[in-house]
């Protein structure tokens, strides 16, 4: 998911987009909280469009993708850890 959707303007530089892993660039973002992120994903905002050119993604692939490309801890670890 990540190299066919995401990476195609979150690894490069020149998209304007936040860059994939570094921090700074996702400073706003951060800021406004994982759900404003994925409703930006869902609807689609400036130049990204509507669910980031993966349609098949669910709510949970993106909360995770967001994670990741934020550099914010997955905290699906934690989850799994307390069901047990």
């Given at each position: 998911m990540l190299v066919n959707n995401c990476a195609q303007c979150h690894a490069r530089p020149d998209t304007g987009a936040p860059f994939m892993g570094r921090k700074?660039?996702?400073?706003?973002a951060?800021?406004?909280?994982?759900?404003?992120?994925?409703?930006?994903?869902?609807?689609?905002?400036?130049?990204?469009?509507?669910?980031?050119?993966?349609?098949?993604?669910t709510e949970e692939d993106f909360r995770v993708l967001i994670r990741m490309m934020a550099?914010?801890?997955?905290?699906?670890?934690?989850?799994?850890?307390e069901q047990q």
């Amino acid at each position: 998911m990540l190299v066919n959707n995401c990476a195609q303007c979150h690894a490069r530089p020149d998209t304007g987009a936040p860059f994939m892993g570094r921090k700074e660039d996702w400073r706003e973002a951060v800021a406004r909280g994982e759900g404003a992120m994925l409703i930006n994903v869902v609807q689609g905002i400036r130049g990204m469009p509507p669910l980031g050119y993966c349609s098949a993604c669910t709510e949970e692939d993106f909360r995770v993708l967001i994670r990741m490309m934020a550099g914010l801890p997955d905290d699906s670890a934690d989850s799994k850890g307390e069901q047990q």
